[in-house]
């Protein structure tokens, strides 16, 4: 019974349940933007609203994060909650600049009497934000750091694990693709299976930083 229990096809339900969990409790914590973006008209004049409701997204990114890298007999639904409560803070303290510096761009952008340069260097540096954003989301969900080391050691982090930050590019090109391609829901729809892609691919990063930064007993140096 123990080894049909722990057969491909209990595996394989495991992972839906755990994909479909973790995608409403995403869905859920994000609703209020999600219903806000879909009356909101498409139109320039509207980025601070868009803005606003980006901030959602920062501590659901995190909690995703948080749910999917517990074990398989932790319920994803609680996991996911607890991982929303207990890192609410710290994800805005790393989510409001991030989603200021890219609503500022993109105002720029669309008002701003510029050079077209000086739009494409202000577009680098925001989407330099968004991936740096990402990579803290990701730290918060699996540390316990003060928020004032937050920075430092990302950098470290990213330095140390160079794949796993090149992973982080790709999975916000990845998701900004999504959206310019296809559309902001399908990106929404797919979210509980992004959220599992990014957690395995800063693997490395997080077990670097585990290893140098924190102590034997769990605790930051």
């Known amino acids: 019974m123990e080894q049909e229990r722990e057969g491909p096809l209990a595996t394989l339900t495991n992972f839906v349940y755990r994909l479909i969990v973790i995608e409403s409790a995403f869905v859920l914590s994000t609703s209020p933007a999600l219903i806000g973006i879909f009356f909101l008209e498409q139109h320039a004049s509207n980025i601070p609203f868009y803005g606003l409701f980006a ?18 007999d932790v319920v994803p639904w609680l996991r996911f909650w607890k991982g929303w409560i207990e890192s609410f803070f710290q994800t805005m303290v790393v989510w409001v600049p991030v989603v200021a510096i890219c609503g500022l761009v993109a105002f720029n952008a669309a008002y701003a009497d510029v050079p077209t340069g000086f739009i494409i260097g202000g577009v680098v540096i925001a989407a330099a934000a968004a991936v740096y954003g990402i990579a803290l989301l990701v730290i918060v969900a699996n540390f316990t750091f003060r928020t004032r080391d937050l920075f430092t050691v990302v950098m470290y982090g990213t330095a140390s694990a160079p794949l796993s930050a090149l992973g982080v590019v790709s ?51």
Do not use: C, K
């Open 55 to 72: 901030l959602f997204f920062g501590p659901a990114i995190s909690a995703g994060v948080y749910a999917w890298r517990a074990d398989q």
């Open 171 to 221: 999975t916000t090109l990845l998701a900004g693709a999504v959206v310019f391609f296809w559309a902001d829901w399908v990106l929404v729809l797919i979210a509980s299976f992004m959220l599992l892609l990014l957690a395995r691919i800063v693997r490395p990063m997080i077990m670097q930083i585990n290893a140098d930064l924190v102590d034997r007993e769990g605790h930051p140096h």
